[in-house]
Structure formats: structure tokens, C-alpha cells
């Protein structure tokens, strides 16, 4: 009876953590596309010289909002499990990411945006592979991560850099605009790596985590091959 | 990169896993990403789910076929003031101007009434489009469907005249095969009724 009673508690237990991740996860995809939202877009098109503020806030809610990065940040810290890691994996992350997004838009450097979001797609399968080992069954071994998360850094942010260029920003104050963008979204990702932590940290607890890992993984995989069919068609389309 | 104990994977799952993931992908993509995002319906799904009208390419304009007529329009080039030894002004006139506007991928009938041997001097232009058109008569009290063609084409302008050789409609039938709507502005002279859209 007792026995009875604590695998219903568990299983319960397990089964509200699911629904709770199926509300997230319905939430998340109700959140915007790593694009624009048109208020934002009407502020950069209008917008002359400095404004620290309103920079700051779309490169955090362009992190927040941006389900691309999000996903990849979650196949990035899936099995990571102490905090040292985690923070070392995030400042190679930002590394990368802030990299591309300075030096490509003041350089002006054109990456074509399609191009460039398939390839944060790839990001997500490639980390979702990782996470099931693929590589170490593939070719023997694992790729470091420490550089793949490092490189991927750099995809997603030239894609950063895309999203900012369409918009022609005038050449006034234009770094510190730009800098203002970049804390932005490491604001952003510093809010949604603390949220996506204290979901898996508290996922870990139960035995579904370790059942699903496998699933969770897969649907990783799965994400970002959409993600990458799907702006690999608007390349060929447009 | 794992320090914990988690089983590893077999590679049985892992093949299953990017199969799978693979599968999901690719139908998420067609069914759903592709009909919403660009418009392209493979299965069928897209239209189902109503998820078409996402995608930005309007199918379907809140246009109505529909006929406006205009004040005729003189034939000669607006303004210029007539020579007064050629007082001919009146023939150069039309009788009737109408405006008709062609739903996108639709077509549509603009017919007249005339008596066998009655003269339809007629011109239109449409607003730029290339429409395919079949200008045509039907005998008056037909039933079989019977029509004969005077003229049939793909442009933006016809003009003429034309002896009709039967009593009966007769006019246009305009097909618009662009998006957009279209607008056909036609002028006509001689001794008809106006039937107007069919």
C-alpha cells in the first residue's frame, strides 16, 4: 500500500511536471520569431543618435523572445550540471555571439539572413546530436563542445548582426548604440538562462528527466531541423 | 562534456532518435511551416487549418466583379481644341463608357444586345495587365450554348468594329489570370442595348 502510494506520488508528480513543461513550451512558441516585432521596427527606422535604452531592451527582448537562441542555449546546458560549466559554456557563447554581432555591423559585413538563421537552426541539431552522443558513435568521438559552442557563438551573432542591418542605422553614435544592444541581449540571455536552469534543475529531480532525456534530445534535433528547412526555403523562395 | 553517470545512448536509439526527429521535421515543415509561412499547400493541410491566410499572399480580394458606368469618353486626346473646318466631333464621340473590375483569377462577361448587321464600334484597355479575351456572339433564343468568336487573345487593348451576324449578345469575356484585380475600361458606339455583366 505504501509502495503503491509513493510510485502514484511520483508518477503524479512526473505527470505535473510534463503538463507544466507543455504550458512553457506552448507559451514559448507563442513568443515572437527571432524577427522584429513592428513597434521595435518603427523605433529603428525612426530612431537618430543615441539611445542607450531602448537598445538595452530589444537586444534583451530579442534574446528573450528569440526561441532560435533559446533552444540552442537548452541544448547547451541539457547535461550540465554544475553551475562552474554552465557559466564557462555561457561566456563562450557570449564571446561568440558578441564577436560577430560588433564586427558585423560595423563593418558592415552582409551575411544573407536565411542563410544564416538556417544555420542557427543547424546549431540546435547539432547540439541535440551531441546530446545523444551521436558524434562519439559516428566518428568516435565528441567534437570539443567548448569550441562548438564558441563557433555557434559566432553563427548566432551574425544573425544578431542581420537582424540590426536591415534597418540601416545611421552612422551617429552608432557603437554605443550598438554596445547598448549587445548588454541587451546578454541581459536577455542571463534572464532566460536563470529560467531554463531553474526548470532543468528542478526536472532533475525526478526520474522523468533521465527517462526523457533521450525524447527531449530528439525533439531538440527535430526543432532545429524545422527551424533550418524552414529559412532555407524562404532562401530559395525569395 | 557529461560528468554525470546518464546511460548513454545506444546507437539503435540514436538512429531511431534522428530518424524520428527527422520525420517530425519534415512534416511540421510541409504541413504546417510551408502552407502558413510561403504559401506553398502540398497536402492539403494548409488549406484545412485556414493556415493559407497566414502566409501573406492574399487568395482571395474582397473584390466583386462588378460594372461602373463612366460618362463616355471622347475618342480624340482630351483637350486639344477641334479644328472648326472639321466640325465631325460628334462621330468621334462614344456613346458609352463603362468601368469593369475583374476579381483576381476570375473572369467575367460584359455582353450588349444588337440586331443582325448592327455596327459595335468598341475600344478597351485594361490597367496594365495582359487579360485573355474572347469577344463573342450568341444567337438571341439559343439553348444549345452555341457562341461564335469574333476575336480571341491575350493583350491589355482591342479596338474595332463590327458587323454583327446574328441577332443575339454579344461582348467580351474577360479572364484575369494575374493576383490583383483588374480593371477593364471599355468604350463603345452603335445601336445595342446594354445587357452589362454576365
Redesign the interface.
Known amino acids: 500500500m505504501i509502495a503503491f502510494s509513493d510510485s502514484y506520488k511520483r508518477f503524479s508528480k512526473n505527470i505535473l511536471f510534463l503538463v507544466g513543461l507543455c504550458i512553457f513550451t506552448v507559451f514559448s512558441s507563442e513568443l515572437y520569431a527571432h524577427g522584429v516585432d513592428e513597434n521595435t521596427r518603427e523605433f529603428l527606422k525612426a530612431n537618430q543618435g543615441l539611445a542607450i535604452g531602448p537598445f538595452l531592451y530589444i537586444g534583451a527582448k530579442h534574446m528573450v523572445t528569440g526561441y532560435d537562441h533559446l533552444l540552442f542555449l537548452v541544448g547547451v546546458i541539457f547535461f550540465l550540471f554544475r553551475t562552474r560549466d554552465v557559466l564557462l559554456y555561457a561566456s563562450l557563447f557570449t564571446l561568440g555571439h558578441s564577436l560577430t554581432l560588433l564586427t558585423g555591423v560595423l563593418a558592415s559585413i552582409q551575411v544573407n539572413p536565411y542563410l544564416i538563421d538556417a544555420m542557427i537552426g543547424l546549431s540546435v541539431v547539432y547540439k541535440g546530436f551531441d546530446n545523444l552522443q551521436g558524434f562519439k558513435h559516428l566518428i568516435g568521438f565528441q567534437p570539443n563542445p567548448k569550441v562548438a559552442v564558441m563557433i555557434f557563438g559566432l553563427f548566432h551573432g551574425f544573425g544578431l548582426a542581420t537582424k540590426l542591418q536591415e534597418f540601416a542605422l545611421p552612422k551617429t553614435d552608432l557603437w554605443k548604440n550598438l554596445l547598448a544592444f549587445n548588454i541587451g541581449v546578454e541581459l536577455g540571455q542571463f534572464f532566460a538562462l536563470t529560467f531554463i536552469l531553474i526548470v532543468l534543475d528542478y526536472w532533475r529531480q525526478h526520474n522523468s528527466f533521465y527517462t526523457f532525456s533521450t525524447a527531449t534530445n530528439t525533439l531538440l534535433m527535430s526543432s532545429g531541423l524545422i527551424l533550418f528547412g524552414y529559412q532555407m526555403t524562404g532562401y530559395l523562395l525569395k | 562534456?557529461?560528468?554525470?553517470q546518464?546511460?548513454?545512448?545506444s546507437?539503435k536509439?540514436?538512429l531511431l532518435?534522428?530518424l524520428?526527429?527527422?520525420i517530425?521535421?519534415?512534416f511540421?515543415?510541409v504541413a504546417f511551416?510551408?502552407p502558413a509561412?510561403?504559401g506553398?499547400d502540398l497536402t492539403g493541410l494548409g488549406k484545412r487549418f485556414g493556415l493559407i491566410a497566414l502566409s501573406g499572399k492574399p487568395k482571395t480580394y474582397n473584390v466583386q466583379a462588378m460594372a461602373i458606368p463612366l460618362p463616355a469618353q471622347n475618342m480624340t486626346d482630351g483637350d486639344c481644341p477641334k479644328s472648326l473646318d472639321n466640325p465631325s466631333t460628334d462621330e468621334s464621340k462614344w456613346q458609352n463608357t463603362v468601368m469593369i473590375m475583374i476579381p483576381p483569377k476570375q473572369g467575367l462577361e460584359y455582353k450588349f444586345h444588337l440586331l443582325k448587321d448592327a455596327t459595335l464600334e468598341y475600344a478597351w484597355d485594361s490597367d496594365g495587365a495582359e487579360l485573355y479575351f474572347d469577344f463573342h456572339g450568341e444567337p438571341k433564343g439559343d439553348t444549345t450554348g452555341y457562341f461564335k468568336s469574333y476575336k480571341e487573345a491575350t493583350d491589355h487593348h482591342a479596338e474595332g468594329q463590327l458587323s454583327v451576324p446574328f441577332d443575339g449578345s454579344h461582348g467580351w469575356y474577360w479572364e484575369n489570370k494575374t493576383d490583383q484585380p483588374a480593371i477593364v475600361v471599355l468604350n463603345t458606339k452603335g445601336h445595342y442595348e446594354i445587357l452589362g455583366l454576365r
Open positions: 562534456m557529461n560528468e554525470t546518464t546511460k548513454l545512448p546507437s536509439t540514436l532518435s534522428s524520428i526527429a527527422t517530425i521535421a519534415g511540421v515543415l511551416i510551408w509561412e510561403y506553398i
